[in-house]
């Protein structure tokens, strides 16, 4: 071989180096080609993710109608990466389950954690007749109420040194006592909120957490009962769940809610009744 030859063949490498290197590590640091504006000229934009978190098994995700993953028993999320910054819009599938959907913003080289709330398409609800039960579900009542604080503005319901849900009428206000605590649906960017407020226009009379959970409330008023959302990132999802009719009666009689055994009880006047959110095993 010629060194003419031999000059060429490095001069090729190394072009081929400089051209080809910068770009595999910007692809390796998440970035890749969204399109080719011309020969010479190259637009990179950076990729994000999405991680759909605690769906149990069986359930599939889609992302813009098109399926990209499927939960199993082993791992109970999905996690969706190299997806170009803008809107997206989620669906999570779940056989007995209502869809459920939101338009999700992605960010540039961030992974957006997402918590569907998951509802029975057909939702029930059982009255408790059993004395015994009726005795160990009053304890739980008591107790939670025991630990309320009622102030000026309204009534601690939860304050368990981490967060605080308190009751201002047709209001409900969390706060984060700590930081490190906030979840992510409290941050943009690098800025943070320590507290949320939640209306659903209606006299709020008692929260619950739903399945024990950060990602959720059971909220009663005089007519109904809602589960919401907390994450409010492209709009929080609001569900009303029951009707005082639902109840055959013209309104709940001094309604509470409460988390018993990984259930969710209503009181209602002298009555108690189980509220099944999940579909019932038949």
Avoid at 99 to 128: C, G, H, M, R, Y
Avoid at 201 to 219: C, G
Wanted: charge should be positive.
């Amino acid at each position: 071989m010629s060194k003419k030859r031999r000059m060429i063949m490095l001069s090729t490498l190394i072009l081929i180096f400089f051209v080809v290197g910068p770009v595999l590590l910007l692809m390796a640091s998440g970035y890749s080609f969204k399109e080719i504006i011309s020969l010479t000229k190259v637009n990179l934009q950076g990729t994000g993710g999405i991680y759909v978190s605690d769906i149990g098994t069986d359930t599939t995700v889609f992302l813009d109608n098109k399926e990209v993953g499927r939960s199993s028993f082993l791992d109970r999320s999905v996690l969706v990466q190299q997806l170009s910054p803008k809107i997206h819009t989620l669906k999570v599938q779940k056989p007995g389950f209502r869809e459920w959907t939101k338009k999700v913003s992605v960010l540039p080289k961030k992974v957006t954690e997402i918590n569907p709330v998951l509802i029975a398409e057909k939702v029930s609800f059982e009255k408790i007749n059993d004395k015994n039960s009726i005795k160990s579900i009053t304890e739980a009542f008591s107790k939670k109420t025991e630990e309320a604080i009622s102030t000026s503005s309204g009534k601690i319901v939860f304050d368990n040194g981490g967060i605080e849900v308190k009751i201002f009428s047709e209001l409900v206000k969390l706060k984060w006592s700590d930081m490190d605590e906030v979840p992510q649906f409290m941050c943009f960017y690098e800025r943070c909120d320590d507290f949320l407020n939640i209306s659903i226009t209606e006299s709020v009379k008692d929260v619950e957490w739903f399945k024990n959970s950060f990602y959720a409330l059971v909220i009663v008023s005089n007519d109904r009962v809602y589960l919401v959302e907390l994450d409010s990132r492209e709009g929080r999802i609001t569900t009303p769940v029951f009707t005082a009719a639902d109840f055959k009666v013209i309104t709940f009689n001094k309604p509470q809610v409460v988390s018993w055994k990984g259930k969710i009880y209503l009181k209602s006047g002298n009555n108690f009744y189980l509220l099944n959110f999940d579909p019932i095993s038949v």
